[in-house]
């Protein structure tokens, strides 16, 4: 029983908030009569001597002890005497660690959206040097269309936005007060929640005491959101791994990020990436957990609950690192412009920019004006050049319609140019981008 029911392994780790949720209890107790005010003056001493110890020597891990809860309290009558016992009056565990919980998690949250604005941050200055460089843009992870460096590094801006709009939801709904409605009913005890709420910054008290002690949606929230960051940071490390490729060659990792091989020399490996995509499979998998843990819990509070620690523990752990080193890798790569701006330009990705010119200049129907540049993109292939490098006589054998103005809409910069649409690829629609983000940026910290 013993080892199967201790938590102050893990949970040793919400010593702050236990505390400072504590010293707010204790202090409502006081100001309502409760508990007299010299007692709750001892017992804030107690508290904050403890808190200097834990500080300096760690919080120690006694199993007989069970949690942290017990833990902090055992040592408080210890240091004060039998009047440690009046810190548990009009309060249960239950409600206790539902919000101490919720400190540690909103403050999770805190650190998540300050670490993925500084991600925002280093991949907006990168977009910024290259809003005009061009690289091929992929479907299928075939060359589709010329796009800008500076576009593509944007796309990341916009999905790590939302990562933080989820976390600012997910931060707003979690930011109710537990404590006070001890075991599952409620104190019979004339406590002040609001003042407890307001000491701790909680928007307001819980509404229902059996839904306060048993609901672990806060963290759940948090896991949804902390997954879908994960899968972000995911598809940008995949991106990179492959770009980093010899065969690719489209970026240079940073040393301070990457390894060597203990057997190949001329190897360099880009491990922090491949962490990064697979961290993404551990967050996901705290997440599954924490949901499977829930299912199907009876109202009110259950051992089970327990559980629900480790894997927040865990996600916050690997996230932190993961956006750290995302972060480190956009600032410090080397992006090779060259070899993307040729990579573009092989693959026949200005093909659409033919059948666009041939609508709009010759008032081609956009189906036929798709089958005539197939005829080219094929005879291209044959002669084993780009569609810029074929003769106008040749084009004109496969639709006279074609003139020589055709060539100034096939070149990859006349293509990135013309697609200038709201939220497009023409470098100058990415620098409006770049300003509303770098204004977002400025005012959401
Ligand atoms: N260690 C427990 C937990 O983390 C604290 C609450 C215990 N409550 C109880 N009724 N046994 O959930």
Redesign the pocket.
């Known amino acids: 029983m013993r080892e199967i029911n201790a ?1 102050i392994p893990f ?1 040793k780790a919400l010593w702050r908030q236990d505390i400072l949720a504590s010293e707010a209890h204790v202090a409502m107790l006081a100001a309502q009569g409760i508990v007299s005010q010299e007692d709750a003056n001892a017992i804030a001493n107690g508290l904050a001597r403890i808190a200097t110890e834990y500080e300096t020597q760690g919080v120690p891990e006694d199993w007989d002890l ?2 942290i ?1 017990m833990t902090t309290e055992s040592r408080l009558s210890e240091l004060i005497g039998p009047v440690a016992g009046r810190l548990h009056t009009a309060r249960s ?2 409600d206790q ?1 539902a919000t101490d919980f919720r400190l540690w998690v909103r403050s999770a949250i805190d650190q998540m959206d300050e670490g993925l604005a500084d991600l925002q941050r280093a991949l907006v200055a990168r977009a910024e040097e290259h809003a005009s460089a061009i690289m091929p843009g992929f479907t299928h992870l075939q060359t589709a269309q010329p796009v800008t460096l500076g576009h593509h590094l944007m796309a990341y801006y916009e999905m790590f936005a939302r990562d933080r709009s989820r976390l600012e939801d997910a931060r707003a709904r979690l930011n109710e007060c537990p404590l006070g409605s001890a075991a599952l009913a409620g104190t019979g005890f004339a406590i002040d929640r609001d003042r407890t709420a307001q000491a701790l910054d909680f928007t307001r008290p819980c509404a229902n005491s059996l839904d306060a002690v048993s609901d672990r949606d806060f963290a759940l929230d948090y896991l949804h959101a902390a997954s879908l960051a994960a899968i972000h940071l995911s598809r940008l490390a995949e991106e990179l791994i492959l770009w980093a490729s010899q065969p690719y060659g489209f970026v240079r990792m940073p040393d301070a990020l990457s390894t060597g091989s203990s057997i190949m020399p001329q190897k360099k490996n880009p491990d922090a990436a491949e962490l990064v995509r697979g961290h993404a499979g551990r967050v996901i998998g705290c997440a599954t957990a924490l949901m499977i843990t829930m299912k199907g819990l009876p109202l009110a ?1 259950s ?1 089970d ?2 559980d629900d620690k480790p894997p927040v523990f865990e996600a916050a752990g690997l996230m932190e690192l993961s956006v750290a080193a995302m972060t480190g890798m956009i600032a410090e790569a080397t992006f090779h412009t060259d070899r993307l701006r040729e990579a573009a330009e092989l693959g026949y990705a200005t093909a659409t920019d033919l059948a666009d010119w041939l609508v709009r200049e010759a008032d081609i129907p956009f189906r036929e004006a798709h089958h005539i540049t197939g005829a080219v993109v094929k005879l291209a292939e044959e002669r084993g050049a780009s569609l810029d490098a074929l003769p106008l006589a040749d084009l004109q054998d496969i639709d006279a319609r074609i003139d020589e103005r055709v060539f100034a809409a096939l070149s990859v910069d006349a293509s990135v140019a013309a697609r200038a649409s709201y939220g497009g690829t023409a470098p100058e629609q990415v620098r409006i981008q770049i300003g509303r983000a770098k204004r977002a940026l400025a005012t959401r910290e």
């Open positions: 938590s949970d069970e949690d809860h565990r239950n660690v509070y051992k609950m327990q």
